[in-house]
């Protein structure tokens, strides 16, 4: 759960309030997590902004994935709600999400413990919107990608009903530019591929991921080189580094 | 409350085009978001006004389809300004830090004063 500095939408009477209301976070200056699931980390979480599609460096791009779950019982709500109950299981081993006791609802932080070529990275998303048939994530400083990602479910003209995942996101900085240009990219696809088999697996269906992705913006936002300050890549390199000493440290304190 | 599929109408007031939005932000939106925003660039405005004023619901991805405009807007090197918004969507806006990007007035008028003197 995150425990924030809420600027809370002034009371107003029901019928004035929007129905999207409650499905909203609250917003935060700053993220802060008032618990840490076991197995997590927070090096690169805490006391960060978020960042949308406009703050980041690299090219704009949006990938919309979609899998047609043919033939399930399912509703597009019975298929959201597993999704969020079940969102870690669906990541490919090499991704790792820890979410709060609260799971997948307004608010909420998911810590993510990645190995990307090898080297472990640590960060985050926060959930700042869930209904009962999407929800949507979006990344602080120091993510690999500036923006967010919306996994939704909906049934198609023909009946069947469709899991979507639709990120909207750019690079953070000129590293993670240079790294999807190169390889990350594809990488990034696979996740994504895998967690949307992996659903349809759930509700016994084995179709192929339909990928769709547009560049919406091309160009290269210079302004945000600074960003490289926060990258956590290279502050998750420091932590593990750190690993030993903070042993050591936590042995002395015991003992003391 | 059964869903009000958004409406789009584009009219122009100087070098400025105006976006009027009616019903909901949402996926099924997508079309009539680009189909508008096809049509409010012609004529190469400097800015481009949304005026939300008759938009009564917003999800995320109604959002994204408004980012998806606003870096359209800003590749092409024009302003995007937004109007009409309930205190809950300014809410939003700062939420996905759009506000970061696009100026939000209080009504149309004060929009498009500021849309002619800049």
Not at chain 1, 133 to 149: A, C, K, L, Q, R
Not at chain 1, 160 to 168: D, E, G, K
């Amino acid at each position: 759960m995150t425990e924030q500095t809420p600027q809370k939408e002034p009371e107003r009477p029901p019928e004035q309030r929007s129905r999207d209301a409650e499905f909203w976070a609250q917003r935060v200056e700053r993220l802060e997590a008032s618990e840490i699931p076991a197995g997590a980390a927070d090096v690169n979480v805490r006391g960060r902004r978020e960042v949308g599609a406009l703050q980041g460096f690299g090219q704009l791009w949006q990938k919309t994935y979609r899998v047609r779950l043919a033939g399930i019982e399912a509703s597009p709500e019975e298929v959201v709600r597993v999704w969020k109950e079940k969102f870690p299981e669906f990541q490919p081993p090499q991704n790792r999400f820890y979410p709060s006791l609260a799971g997948v609802a307004p608010g909420e932080l998911l810590f993510i413990s990645a190995t990307v070529g090898g080297m472990p990275v640590h960060t985050g998303v926060r959930v700042i919107y869930a209904d009962d048939v999407s929800f949507t994530v979006m990344t602080p400083e120091g993510h690999p990608e500036s923006g967010w990602n919306t996994f939704s479910a909906h049934r198609h003209d023909d009946g069947v009903v469709v899991a979507q995942i639709q990120s909207l996101a750019r690079a953070n900085d000129p590293v993670y530019e240079l790294g999807f240009r190169l390889v990350g990219s594809t990488a990034q696809e696979a996740i994504w591929t895998h967690v949307l088999k992996s659903l349809g697996a759930h509700f016994g269906v084995n179709e192929p991921v339909d990928l769709h992705k547009t560049c919406v913006d091309p160009r290269l936002q210079w302004s945000q080189t600074k960003n490289l300050w926060h990258n956590a890549g290279a502050r998750s390199m420091l932590y593990t580094m750190g690993a030993p000493a903070r042993w050591f440290g936590g042995m002395f304190r015991r003992r003391g | 409350m059964p869903a009000r599929q958004l409406e789009a109408a584009v009219r122009r007031e100087g070098g400025t085009s105006i976006i009027e939005l009616r019903g909901e932000i949402d996926g099924l939106a997508e079309e009539a978001m680009n189909a508008a925003y096809a049509e409010a660039e012609e004529g190469d405005p400097q800015v481009i006004l949304l005026n939300f004023a008759e938009v009564d619901y917003i999800n995320s991805t109604g959002i994204a389809l408004i980012v998806g405009l606003l870096a359209k807007a800003r590749a092409a090197r024009r302003r995007m300004l937004a109007c009409g918004l309930s205190d809950h969507y300014v809410e939003i806006f700062d939420i996905t830090r759009l506000s970061d990007f696009m100026n939000v007035f209080d009504d149309e008028a004060s929009a498009l004063e500021e849309a002619a003197t800049a």
